[in-house]
């Protein structure tokens, strides 16, 4: 004992330290028998789910690995999938989720930026891995369920009681890398803590009403930090039961919302858009919705309107944020939606927000600037790439990217983000503000508004759409509908149409790829001399 009279010492350091690791053990002594996941056929309890954590870990500890390694996961949800992460973080071992998406040169590189020992893959993608991977190629292989040699599923079921698994691990220590999307450069690896996760995990309990009584449809990938750290784990460390589906099928999504009489759904507004859209909605029972989230890009005001009229007993929350602050940054609040609908809502428990210039000072309320955070919450930096680190922590505050409006009482609209700012003959344009026109008119189901290169405009605000099913709306018509609504040079000078919009397995719209497709497309001398007697 020191002379102050603090403990000191080793003994003393494990007796007060928080890994998510001590997290899941408190849990299971608080909830023991209760269910704690459903996957298909198999429920785990809290218990057995802290068992199956501490056989895997074993597991993977046996193989070699060690505290620090890093140990690729290549797989669609399931039970396993969550297990995984849950031993590598009990073992030491930083865990590196993959998008099961990503094939070739995408897959390979972040296999190889991360310096990852091993991949543990799902049955059904490792002939993508070993396309990639090369057949002999380190990392060695595992699978999640139903493989030959180290198989995770095999392991968390097995018959007894494993022995503690108590690696010394520490609460700074880098538990994951979370791979951003590389929307504008090649994906980085943002490295989480116990630390960070475990502060973002409190911020998500106390700003979405998280308790022991919920029942939650995880339908959105794990791989994806919304999921993961947003909504399934700190609703796991809160007591909720989890049925946990591969993906966010509507038809499969409404059906387990009516038998289970689930209390809470997060998903991004494509898919609410998709459920909505669905004719099952009107026919399934979701009364028991006390709870919906939504989040991951912007929502359009008119969807949200339709979502809490044909949901009326359920609160919606909307939660704004991205991987490098684990993720949940604001929230907008169900009692908050009537006065701010377009709002993100004010920072959570552990966050400190500011939207400020190019010269870091705080903007007025109501004028544009970026988006910047403080908060324990953070990334530790950025996987090998010190510079970019530096560029994003510069000032002493993490930069967004995205571009934000903060009122006088502290709540912020999100604009843009940075790249989807669209500056057309120097006047700057935000996508959002067409979009949220576009989708007024009855035809639209979705739509995404994009800059396309220009020969005078240098920049054309274009509006890629798609009609709801039997809608026959044509461009013109979309295009008179926006001059109702914007300004001249705000107008689309062009509306293009798709059946549907690209987007990744997370749900989130992917502009880049719109804006590739289209760069090329011609625009008419006339079209042109056309667009500037409408005064741009």
């Known amino acids: 004992m020191d002379h102050d009279g603090t403990l000191a010492g080793p003994e003393a350091a494990r007796a007060r330290r928080d890994t998510i690791s001590d997290a899941l053990r408190r849990t299971a002594r608080r909830y023991r028998d209760r269910t704690a996941l459903s996957f298909g056929d198999r429920r785990w309890s809290f218990a057995a789910l802290d068992r199956a954590v501490d056989r895997v870990a074993r597991g993977l500890m046996e193989t070699g690995l060690t505290r620090g390694d890093r140990l690729g996961a290549l797989g669609r949800n399931s039970d396993a999938y969550l297990i995984l992460w849950l031993a590598c973080a009990r073992a030491g071992i930083i865990h590196v989720p993959v998008n099961y998406a990503l094939t070739g040169r995408e897959l390979r590189y972040i296999v190889e930026q991360s310096g990852a020992q091993a991949l543990i893959v799902d049955p059904a993608l490792a002939g993508n891995a070993r396309e990639a991977l090369g057949e002999g190629a380190s990392p060695w292989f595992g699978t999640l369920f139903g493989g030959t040699g180290l198989d995770v599923l095999r392991l968390a079921e097995a018959e007894g009681d494993p022995d503690p698994v108590d690696v010394p691990v520490a609460e700074e220590d880098v538990v994951q890398l979370l791979y951003t999307s590389g929307t504008t450069a090649a994906p980085k690896g943002a490295m989480m803590t116990s630390r960070g996760l475990l502060a973002e995990y409190l911020s998500c309990v106390v700003a979405l009403d998280f308790g022991p009584g919920d029942r939650a449809l995880a339908a959105l990938p794990l791989y994806h930090t919304a999921q993961m750290h947003a909504f399934t784990m700190p609703q796991l460390l809160a007591g909720a039961e989890t049925v946990l589906i591969e993906a966010p099928v509507p038809e499969t999504c409404l059906r387990l919302i009516e038998e289970h009489r689930l209390t809470s759904f997060f998903a991004p507004p494509t898919v609410w858009i998709s459920l909505l859209r669905s004719p099952d909605f009107a026919r399934r029972d979701l009364t028991s919705l006390r709870h919906v989230y939504y989040g991951a890009s912007i929502m359009p005001v008119p969807v949200l309107e339709e979502l809490r009229a044909r949901l009326p007993g359920a609160g919606a929350y909307n939660c704004y944020g991205q991987s490098e602050i684990a993720p949940l940054a604001t929230v907008l609040r169900p009692e908050e939606h009537d006065a701010r609908p377009a709002s993100c809502g004010r920072p959570v428990f552990n966050v400190e927000t500011r939207v400020v210039d190019d010269a870091m000072r705080d903007v007025a309320p109501g004028e544009r600037g970026e988006i910047v955070h403080r908060s324990?919450?953070?990334?530790?930096?950025?996987?090998?790439?010190?510079?970019?680190?530096?560029?994003?922590?510069?000032?002493?505050?993490?930069?967004?990217?995205?571009?934000?409006?903060?009122?006088?009482?502290?709540?912020?609209?999100?604009?843009?983000?940075?790249?989807?700012?669209?500056?057309?003959?120097?006047?700057?344009?935000?996508?959002?503000?067409?979009?949220?026109?576009?989708?007024?008119?009855?035809?639209?189901?979705?739509?995404?508004?994009?800059?396309?290169?220009?020969p005078k405009w240098i920049e054309a605000v274009t509006a890629v759409v798609v009609l709801r099913p039997g809608a026959s709306a044509g461009a013109e018509e979309l295009i008179a509908h926006c001059r109702t609504g914007l300004a001249p040079f705000k107008v689309p000078k062009r509306i293009l149409f798709q059946d549907d919009l690209p987007r990744n397995t997370a749900g989130k719209l992917l502009k880049r790829e719109l804006r590739t497709h289209y760069a090329d497309l011609a625009w008419p001398g006339e079209e042109a001399e056309r667009d500037g007697a409408r005064g741009g």
Do not use: C
Request: no cysteine.
């Open 376 to 454: 324990p919450q953070l990334m530790a930096g950025y996987w090998d790439k010190p510079e970019e680190t530096r560029e994003a922590f510069r000032g002493g505050w993490f930069h967004s990217g995205d571009v934000g409006i903060m009122d006088e009482a502290g709540y912020i609209t999100v604009v843009d983000r940075v790249k989807d700012v669209i500056k057309t003959g120097g006047t700057i344009v935000a996508s959002r503000e067409v979009e949220e026109v576009l989708f007024t008119h009855p035809g639209v189901s979705e739509v995404a508004v994009i800059a396309l290169p220009h």
